[in-house]
């Protein structure tokens, strides 16, 4: 493994910043703290601050040595709105917030790599440091693109990187092509007609129409997807009543479908839709159905990958660059950016098996000297030296 020198010397100033973060976190679009201090490091490092981007978007942009492409690089700053149950001294001093998905950690390491590239500027051209709000299903990257992210800060190619405990421990996972779903979240709202517990025939039993649904719209992907191509749909929340002794009036479940084809992801949009309809006929209730897009597919460009694939080989050895895909059903919204421009997005190994979005996650402080190494490694890969 070879991290940049300078990046390793100065680590110790990293994790005193993730840590920082990781105390204070914030969830989508309310990243005042955060992005203060991000802007406030990179100001301290002689970076161009460009705030309010899409809300509480930062943007740095740091010149190279004499004029060139334009390189970008994007963290997500936003935390996850649950509590932390781990008992470190740098635990999360918010209820109800919690870095459960390591992205003070992707804030962190593009700090890191922006303070190098600051101090060296050994490259010809410029490296677009971007750091995003509102990752986690709020439209963070939508909401910069729709604020003219990359009119105003042109880029040629973009790279992301996240933080895996699925992998080992310096294990970088990169390939082209689809490698995290689309999603889409949804909402039903099922109005019957109430009455005592004891007397159900009086009423339009909402509760029995949600628990027909969330069963029958497991049809959709057992029956109506074409076995060669993935969906999931999940019910994940369901929501009727306050007593014993009372049918009540309305239930609501809410969910998400995911889905690597955009047809594949309307037909199961559209199979929803139909059931409900059919439950609300059935059972004589009124259902409204609310579905909402929420995450693109991710899609790796296939050169990009290439140069991304380079510059990790560069860092942690050919032995530890995982090429074979290894496509998720989750989600990210840097899919948005790779829309828009050609680029490329990694997952880093780190020590431990705590699962991402669990409660008791540690993100492990050893990857910030690597994933600040392999975003800085990529800029002077594709930008040269000066």
């Not at 049809?219 to 306050?242: C, E, F």
């Not at 199979?271 to 259902?287: D, P």
Request: hydrophobic share 40%.
């Amino acid at each position: 493994m070879t991290v940049l020198p300078m990046i390793d010397a100065f680590k110790g100033d990293l994790v005193a910043i993730r840590h920082d973060l990781h105390a204070h976190p914030e969830i989508g679009f309310e990243e005042k703290r955060t992005s203060g201090v991000v802007a406030a490091k990179l100001e301290e490092w002689g970076v161009t601050v460009h705030r309010g981007i899409g809300g509480t978007g930062v943007v740095g942009i740091i010149e190279g040595k004499r004029p060139g492409r334009r390189i970008g690089l994007r963290a997500d700053m936003d935390a996850l709105p649950m509590d932390e149950l781990s008992n470190l001294p740098y635990r999360s001093t918010i209820p109800g917030r919690f870095h459960g998905c390591g992205h003070d950690g992707h804030t962190t390491m593009l700090l890191g790599a922006a303070r190098y590239l600051a101090e060296t500027r050994d490259f010809a051209g410029t490296a677009v440091l971007i750091f995003q709000p509102a990752e986690e299903g709020l439209g963070g990257a939508r909401a910069m693109l729709a604020d003219k992210l990359f009119e105003r800060f042109p880029c040629d190619e973009i790279y992301g990187l996240h933080n895996s405990p699925d992998l080992e421990p310096g294990q970088i996972s990169i390939f082209p092509g689809k490698g995290m779903a689309g999603a889409s979240f949804f909402d039903i709202k099922i109005t019957g007609a109430g009455s005592h517990g004891a007397m159900p025939h009086r009423s339009r039993d909402p509760i029995v129409v949600a628990t027909h649904l969330a069963a029958a719209l497991q049809s959709i992907v057992s029956r109506n997807t074409d076995p060669t191509k993935s969906a999931v749909l999940s019910i994940t929340q369901i929501h009727s009543g306050s007593a014993y002794n009372v049918v009540p009036e309305e239930a609501t479940l809410a969910g998400t479908i995911r889905f690597f084809d955009d047809a594949v992801g309307e037909m199961v949009r559209t199979r929803l839709r139909k059931i409900a309809a059919g439950a609300a006929l059935s059972f004589e209730v009124e259902i409204d159905v609310d579905i909402r897009d929420i995450f693109s597919v991710l899609d790796n460009h296939p050169a990009e990958t290439g140069y991304f694939t380079e510059a990790a080989t560069d860092i942690v050895g050919a032995e530890n660059v995982l090429t074979e895909p290894r496509p998720t059903m989750g989600s990210e919204d840097f899919a948005d950016m790779l829309q828009a421009v050609p680029g490329a997005y990694c997952w880093v190994g780190h020590a431990g098996t705590v699962p991402l979005h669990n409660p008791s996650f540690v993100l492990d402080d050893g990857i910030l000297p690597i994933g600040a190494s392999l975003l800085a490694r990529i800029v002077e890969r594709r930008l040269g030296a000066a």
